[in-house]
């Protein structure tokens, strides 16, 4: 399969916040990434799980071209991405809605960017506000709205970026069970009828299970791949499905053994 995203080798160290030196500079680091590899294959959904303060942030941050790698390299469509931004359609856990534009001007906020009249750009957000059950809302603002229609203003945002890599840092992380269900529907329709490559981050096992082809998990700090797993089942899966359930379990183990490792 050809790389998409082609991560190898990359570390990234930060200045201890607890350590600086008397004119501000660092006097300690704290290394986040350390060494870590790994590819996402075009039109694959990829998704990285670990403890907390890992560098799975971190990491999505480089590939979006927000943070600049201390060693290594990322390459997208074998071309090094290097500190360039736009070349990703980055989604975050909060929905960074303004306040002060409505959904419909919300979702059209990366086409103006690039330079898409506003009124061909509305037309297009209409549409895809349609296709997420959102055609109601379009002139309401983000206030009047749920945490879960929030988020799918914010997915169809990232999806009129118009890009084919899909970077999708926790954005079900805050909320409730049944939404989130309903979140991981909405995403993997995106994926099939959208075409898109997604590396996902998530700290839910079964979600990742239930959504992605491969699963790469993190050490704790500095994070390093402990194991790549594929997830060879056919969609739509369910929590109580034997290969499910299996990979599931597989997951937490090496995931509980990980913080039994860093706990000391």
């Not at 469509?77 to 500190?83: A, C, E, I, Q, S």
């Not at 089942?233 to 937490?252: N, Y």
Request: proline share 5%; aromatic share 6%; charged share 25%.
């Amino acid at each position: 399969m050809q790389a998409k995203l082609a991560v190898e080798q990359l570390t990234k160290r930060f200045p201890a916040p607890d350590a600086l030196g008397p004119g501000g500079e660092a006097a300690a680091w704290v290394d986040v990434l350390s060494g870590v590899s790994l590819h996402v294959g075009e039109r694959e959904f990829v998704t990285l799980l670990g403890p907390s303060g890992c560098g799975k942030s971190t990491l999505c941050n480089i590939v979006a071209g927000l943070v600049r790698a201390d060693e290594g390299t990322v390459l997208l469509d074998g071309v090094p991405l290097g500190t360039t931004r736009g070349r990703v359609a980055y989604m975050q856990q909060k929905d960074l809605l303004l306040p002060w534009r409505t959904v419909v001007d919300n979702a059209i906020l990366g086409l103006e960017v690039q330079g898409v009249p506003r009124r061909d750009a509305r037309d297009e957000a209409l549409g895809l506000l349609r296709a997420f059950g959102l055609e109601g809302f379009a002139r309401a603002y983000p206030a009047a709205l749920s945490g879960g229609m929030r988020q799918r203003v914010a997915l169809v945002r990232t999806l009129l970026c118009r890009r084919a890599m899909l970077v999708l840092d926790e954005p079900f992380g805050a909320l409730d069970a049944m939404t989130r269900s309903a979140m991981q529907g909405y995403l993997l329709r995106l994926r099939a009828e959208f075409d898109r490559t997604v590396l996902f981050i998530t700290h839910d096992v079964e979600e990742a299970v239930l959504l992605s082809d491969r699963i790469y998990v993190l050490t704790a700090r500095p994070g390093r791949v402990r194991a790549e797993l594929d997830v060879p089942f056919a969609h739509p899966r369910r929590a109580t499905d034997d290969g499910v359930v299996r990979r599931k379990a597989e997951i937490l183990e090496l995931l509980q053994a990980e913080m039994a490792g860093a706990l000391g």
